[in-house]
């Protein structure tokens, strides 16, 4: 499931150098978000994280495409294992399907040390917003894309798009609502109301 992947993804590899791969990626993110934390998220330099994890530069760049991607981009992987998980989704519709995916990666990131240091810089850096609204676009086209090629088509159509933005949305106001209050009600119950107020919104939808 996609919740295990962003959660514990060294526990799905298969082969030493697949988990030494997850590691090292893992550890050059923690040491940029630890970074961008005390110094300021352009403050830094990607000399300075591979230092942290004894790496050369070179490797960095086999993990992330530059330095602001690996303070909120997904990585490959885990792209790749949600546009799978919708594939094999068998709701009627694309709006069904995406929300059930969405509800797993919602629990799964409250549930996510690094989710969490992403969000407290977010809060002290209130600028790099643009940065993950960028993450959530990328996730919102994969999904898209895995619900048309789960109906046989090759490029998303608008019903495909209109659910893939929905499901965004919910999970959005779902985890919006869940930092509110960590301590209260889990995120999937919170996750499920925002659904059920989603459901009467749409059907408010004028002719």
């Known amino acids: 499931m996609i919740g295990e992947m962003l959660t514990d993804q060294e526990a799905r590899c298969h082969g030493l150098r697949e988990r030494k791969k997850v590691r090292t990626r893992q550890a050059l993110r923690a040491a940029a978000l630890e970074r961008a934390r005390t110094q300021g998220p352009d403050a830094f330099t990607v000399e300075e994280i591979c230092a942290d994890v004894d790496v ?6 086999n993990h992330f495409p530059s330095k602001d991607a690996v303070l909120f981009d997904w990585d490959t992987a885990s792209l790749e294992e949600l546009a799978a998980e919708v594939r094999a989704r068998t709701e009627a519709s694309p709006l069904g399907a995406a929300t059930a995916v969405l509800a797993e990666v919602s629990v799964a ?5 690094t989710w969490h240091g992403q969000m407290e810089l ?6 790099l917003h643009p940065r993950i609204a ?16 789960r109906d046989g088509a ?11 933005a929905g499901a965004m949305a919910v999970m959005q106001v779902a985890v919006a ?3 509110a209050d960590p301590a209260g009600r889990p995120a999937r119950r919170v996750y499920g109301d ?7 919104a ?4 004028p002719d």
């Open 154 to 164: 090759d490029t998303p159509a608008t019903a495909h798009r209109l659910a893939a």
């Open 56 to 61: 050369a530069p070179r490797t960095f760049f």
């Open 202 to 205: 749409f059907a408010a939808l």
């Open 122 to 127: 977010l809060r002290t850096h209130p600028e």
């Open 134 to 149: 960028h993450v959530g676009r990328t996730v919102e086209q994969t999904v898209a894309q895995a619900l048309a090629e």
């Open 177 to 179: 609502g869940w930092l």
């Open 194 to 200: 925002v659904l059920a107020a989603a459901r009467e």
């Open 109 to 113: 990131l409250t549930t996510s040390p």
